[in-house]
């Protein structure tokens, strides 16, 4: 299995620009989550996803910020308009279920860059 | 207010040497505790699993434990080895709906030569 596939891996863009980050997850995965990690404030979860549904968005920082799930084997985050603060590594990671004791497999990220 | 913290930003230990990571919690209640590892440029890897109920999980040279009391895991790594550095981070069930993952600010191990 090639894993959760994330694109692009590096994004740089400007104030005011829309950006789009996707993700394939793992096949036969039913739950997908989106994190965005920085220096000051870690890992944080911005969304999750069961069975394509959203089912919790209380991380997602603003309204610039949306996430959709259209199948099971594609998400996307998208922001907009984008701002500097923005700037942080986005992971996507996928489980079979949205169990607590489940394993999540993370992709290997998004590097955006907000000028 | 709610807190995950981790014992240092930073360790640096001697190739050969056990590696003692810790993850304290202040008001969560979690049912299981888990442990990662994230290499730089890369996303978490999961290493271990531990539920309140259990007092301790071993897996190869890694060890957990978990004491609800304290509020505390513990994370080593016996016979440390130079591929063993890395960012650990520590995650737990936040307890509220839908926050089914809250990380610790992880832990940069660094074992040397």
């Known amino acids: 299995d090639a894993g959760v596939i994330q694109s692009p891996r590096h994004e740089v863009t400007e104030m005011g620009q829309e950006v789009t980050l996707r993700c394939k997850p793992i096949?036969?995965?039913?739950?997908l989550f989106w994190y965005r990690q920085t220096m000051m404030r870690g890992l944080e979860l911005l969304i999750y996803?069961?069975?394509?549904?959203?089912?919790?968005d209380s991380g997602m920082p603003e309204d610039r910020f949306s996430a959709k799930m259209p199948n099971a084997s594609f998400s996307t985050l998208k922001i907009q308009p984008s701002e500097p603060r923005d700037s942080a590594v986005y992971f996507c990671a996928s489980s079979f279920t949205s169990g607590s004791t489940d394993t999540q497999y993370f992709g290997p990220g998004t590097r955006l860059t907000v000028l | 207010s709610q807190k995950i913290e981790q014992n240092s930003e930073a360790l640096n230990i001697q190739e050969g040497k056990t590696a003692t990571l810790t993850c304290n919690y202040t008001?969560?209640?979690?049912?299981?505790l888990q442990w990662y590892r994230q290499d730089p440029g890369r996303g978490p890897v999961f290493l271990l699993l531990i539920r309140e109920n259990e007092k301790e999980k071993r897996k190869e040279r890694l060890k957990v434990t978990f004491d609800t009391t304290l509020k505390q895991s513990l994370f080593h790594i016996t016979a440390s080895q130079p591929a063993d550095s890395a960012t650990y981070l520590c995650a737990l069930d936040g307890g509220n709906y839908g926050q089914n993952f809250v990380f610790g600010p992880g832990t940069r191990l660094s074992v040397l030569p």
């Open positions: 096949s036969g995965h039913n739950s």
């Open positions: 996803f069961n069975n394509n549904v959203p089912i919790d």
């Open positions: 008001n969560y209640s979690p049912a299981y």
